[in-house]
T-cell receptor, first 114, second 115 residues
């Protein structure tokens, strides 16, 4: 069964520190992998989209990496800010599927404290 | 920027009521989706639509129906609400693409409580 698992479930860091969130998936083959940020009470917003041939993609202080061999992706947040407090969701699109086949992870809830 | 608007942020309904959740997008997107989001679970697809008057079942369609009479509007209907339908409901839209490489744009969600 295709799965996407994220770790940790939750994380607390101090403002200004870096952190890395993990996403492991069993989907194979896959078309692309996305990271979304979801603020409390809001819908998810896209941070990055990587195809299976890409290794890294940046969006400001957010850098996503992809290792297709080990089926792992990570999202690194540099110099965290209070506004980074949110849930971060990893989403994998199977190669043969369209939007209706997207597989969502349960998310990592990040809290950035002053 | 694409805007996906869900008509209600919070709804409280009684068991057995008929519930309508409305979603409107303003970017002429062909694709629209309804998901539900529960704690500890990834988003699960309820229904989606690739065109006006067209609908397809997602992974968990039981107890739900949808309507898409106009391109910009996609409605989710709970024919007879039950307590296990208490959840956050998210609407999303995207431009047409065959393999899902485009971004999904989400609304802010509707937190539905069924008592």
């Amino acid at each position: 069964k295709n799965q996407v698992e994220q770790s940790p479930q939750s994380l607390i860091i101090l403002e200004g520190k870096n952190c890395t969130l993990q996403c492991n998936y069993t989907v194979s083959p896959f078309s692309n992998l996305r990271w979304y940020k979801q603020d409390t009470g809001r819908g998810p917003v896209s941070l990055t989209i990587m195809t299976f041939s890409e290794n890294t993609k940046s969006n400001g202080r957010y850098t996503a990496t992809l290792d297709a061999d080990t089926k792992q992706s990570s999202l690194h947040i540099t110099a965290s800010q209070l506004s980074d407090s949110a849930s971060y969701i990893c989403v994998v699109s199977p190669f043969s599927g369209g939007y209706n086949k997207l597989i969502f992870g349960a998310g990592t809830r990040l809290a950035v404290h002053p | 920027d694409v805007k996906v608007t869900q008509s209600s942020r919070y709804l409280v309904k009684r068991t057995g009521e008929k519930v309508f959740l409305e979603c409107v997008q303003d970017m002429d997107h062909e694709n629209m989706f309804w998901y539900r989001q529960d704690p500890g679970l990834g988003l699960r697809l309820i229904y989606f639509s690739y065109d006006v008057k067209m609908k397809e079942k997602g992974d968990i369609p039981e107890g739900y129906s949808v309507s898409r009479e106009k391109k910009e509007r996609f409605s989710l209907i709970l024919e007879s609400a039950s307590t296990n339908q208490t959840s956050m409901y998210l609407c999303a839209s995207s431009p047409r693409a065959s393999v899902g490489n485009e971004k999904l744009f989400f609304g802010s969600g509707t937190q539905l409580s069924v008592l």
